[in-house]
């Protein structure tokens, strides 16, 4: 038995140190917005964050979570409304099929928090999740508007 703290939660899971961090997250623990894609850390679907940091969790262990904040994307709004990177991915109608917009909205906002003014070079070089629908011009608006709202809020 583990506990993981994830979304400021803490949740006793039955998992082995080897487990994809990902199935702890959806199948024991229930937060079944991170998605599972390629299962070899290339997609991005699996985002979370890590203690702050973008982590691919269908290639992380649960054991290299002990111990540490997971934020999935159901962690990000709070009771005052959504998270400034979600509420530019409504203002700027980004998903189509939407399987990929969790973790591409972990990532602008594992890049934002770097990096809260990007460049579009800033953005291409650190938005690497894929998009099957190629909506990739929306997500490059969307952060792009998401630092807005941000800087606007500091």
């Not at 890590?50 to 290639?59: E, N, Q, R, W, Y």
């Not at 709004?77 to 969790?102: I, R």
């Not at 909205?105 to 998009?131: F, H, V, W, Y």
């Not at 608006?141 to 998401?146: F, I, P, Y």
Request: aromatic letters at 6%; glycine letters at 10%; hydrophobic letters at 40%.
């Amino acid at each position: 038995m583990t506990t993981l703290m994830i979304n400021g939660k803490e949740h006793p899971v039955d998992a082995e140190d080897d487990m994809p961090l990902l199935w702890a997250i959806r199948d024991l623990a229930g937060y079944t917005g991170t998605k599972f894609g390629c299962g070899i850390g290339l997609c991005g679907a699996c985002s979370v964050l890590l203690d702050g940091k973008l982590t691919f969790s269908c290639v992380t262990p649960v054991s290299m979570a002990k111990g540490k904040a997971i934020t999935t994307i159901e962690g990000l709004a709070t009771d005052k409304g959504l998270h400034p990177v979600q509420q530019a991915w409504v203002e700027q109608d980004v998903p189509q099929c939407g399987y990929c917009q969790s973790g591409q909205i972990i990532a602008a906002t594992a890049l934002l928090k770097e990096n809260p003014q990007p460049s579009d070079e800033d953005i291409r070089a650190k938005m690497g999740n894929l998009c099957r629908c190629g909506t990739y011009q929306q997500i490059f608006a969307a952060v792009k508007r998401a630092a807005e709202i941000q800087g606007a809020q500091s």
